[in-house]
């Protein structure tokens, strides 16, 4: 596979093999995408997560389990000052 890189692109490689941190572009290359399959799992994991939280929430929904928005706020409200307490 060959890879053209723009300008800026190149540089920043350059400018990260000129720290010593790196030997070659192609390790600069592995670590980031390394880094950018971490990022998409995490972003997955999140979606999955958040729509477990909406699935849970229309459930509870469901079965009636509902809040005002008074209390909602006042309920939130409290385990703010709880964590600020800590």
Known sequence: MSITLTPEQESLVQSLLETGQFST??????????????????EQAWIEETQAKIDEGFAA??????????????????????????
């Not at 592995?30 to 950018?36: E, I």
């Open 25 to 42: 572009s192609e390790e600069v290359i592995q670590v980031a995408l390394r880094l950018l399959k971490k990022a998409q799992q995490e």
């Open 61 to 86: 929904l469901e079965r009636g389990e509902t809040l005002d928005g008074e209390t909602f706020v006042n309920q939130l409200l409290e385990r703010l000052e709880q964590r600020c307490d800590r």
